[in-house]
């Protein structure tokens, strides 16, 4: 099969526009580097809660003490997934409880750095 090369070089494009997004592939949450080190810092681990009447997960570094107590959030890993830097996170466990699609997608998502947390909608 044929490609034209200005059709490969605009596939090669598009993934690099894709750089700085946060998915869920394979009932993972995919941070890439960029964001993950603005939102995590060196944390091996994050806190986290999902609330289901936004459908909003709220993501905070390990070390921030008072989010844990305001949203009684749970510790999970925060997994390296390649050299650069991008980090994984197991949603298993929280999208079968709440019954949440896990098909594989790009998520939105903010970052309110005066907080220090890390926002998606599920």
Do not use: W
């Not at 107590?69 to 749970?74: E, Q, S």
């Not at 999970?76 to 997934?81: A, C, E, G, Q, V």
């Amino acid at each position: 099969m044929f490609i034209p090369p200005n059709r490969l070089k605009n596939s090669f494009d598009s993934t690099k526009k894709e750089q700085g997004k946060v998915q869920l592939k394979t009932s993972h949450l995919l941070v890439d580097h960029t964001i993950a080190t603005k939102a995590f810092g060196t944390d091996l681990n994050v806190n986290l809660i999902y609330y289901p009447n936004r459908a909003t997960l709220m993501i905070a570094p390990e070390s921030d003490d008072l989010f844990t107590k305001l949203h009684k959030a749970k510790k999970h890993m925060l997994k390296d997934r390649n050299a650069q830097g991008d980090k994984t996170i197991a949603l298993h466990e929280l999208l079968i409880d709440n019954e949440i699609d896990n098909t594989d997608r790009n998520l939105k998502f903010e970052y309110q750095k005066e907080l220090g947390v890390l926002s998606v909608t599920l």
